[in-house]
């Protein structure tokens, strides 16, 4: 298994995750919910810049491996579940949104993974739509996670709101691309079940 800096930000947007999900279990004598929702948004933050950072440095120093290709839609794909999940059961996201995200995640991974073995993977790489889903979910989450209002400027920002509407957003744009990628397989699709009858 290799191992150089990029692939260290991976595994450490990995080891984040459960403490991002343990900041809410903690004692609000110990952390106030308040603190809770600061923390665990800094650190969610913390988790996304890292997946820009691991990237770029893997490009930049020539570091880019199999594995680190692997580990890095894993690790993404962990901490939006885990994160989600987390909003769940503090009941400020719609279990529908969570639904879509997640079940969406497994269903284009897996579908990512069967054309990578018959040899199409390009057909179903990341596109646009793709690319502003992830902006518009990597945006509601945190500020979902703080939940508190947000001054800026004077002006106060109702981040449950705000963040209720990007994940609804992020929830069509879900859709949207699952479609998207599914209809550019389907010929493979098409081809591979007509051989098989």
């Known amino acids: 298994m290799p191992f150089n800096f990029p692939i260290f930000l991976t595994w450490a947007r990995i080891v984040l995750i459960p403490l991002i999900v343990g900041i809410f279990?903690?004692?609000?004598d110990l952390l106030s919910r308040q603190m809770q929702n600061l923390v665990?948004?800094?650190?969610?933050a913390a988790a996304a810049l890292t997946d820009w950072f691991d990237g770029y440095l893997a490009r930049r120093w020539n570091q880019t491996s199999q594995?680190?290709?692997?580990?890095?839609?894993?690790?993404?794909?962990?901490?939006?579940?885990?994160?989600?999940?987390?909003l769940l059961k503090l009941q400020r996201v719609h279990e529908l949104i969570a639904l879509i995200i997640i079940g969406r995640e497994i269903t284009i991974s897996a579908l990512r993974e069967?054309?990578?073995?018959?040899?199409?993977?390009?057909?179903?790489a990341v596109n646009m739509i793709g690319k502003v889903k992830t902006a518009a979910q990597m945006v509601a989450i945190p500020m979902l996670l703080y939940?508190?209002?947000l001054v800026i400027a004077g002006e106060s920002i109702d981040t449950g709101r705000v963040g209720d509407a990007l994940a609804w957003l992020a929830a069509v744009l879900?859709?949207?691309?699952?479609?998207?990628?599914?209809?550019?397989?389907?010929?493979q699709i098409a081809e591979r079940t007509q051989s098989h009858k």
């Open 25 to 28: 279990y903690l004692p609000e």
């Open 40 to 44: 665990a948004t800094a650190m969610f």
């Open 67 to 86: 594995f680190g290709a692997f580990l890095d839609p894993v690790a993404d794909k962990l901490m939006v579940a885990a994160a989600l999940l987390m």
């Open 114 to 124: 069967w054309m990578a073995q018959i040899g199409a993977s390009k057909a179903v």
């Open 147 to 149: 939940y508190d209002p």
């Open 174 to 187: 879900t859709v949207i691309s699952m479609l998207y990628y599914l209809r550019r397989a389907w010929p």
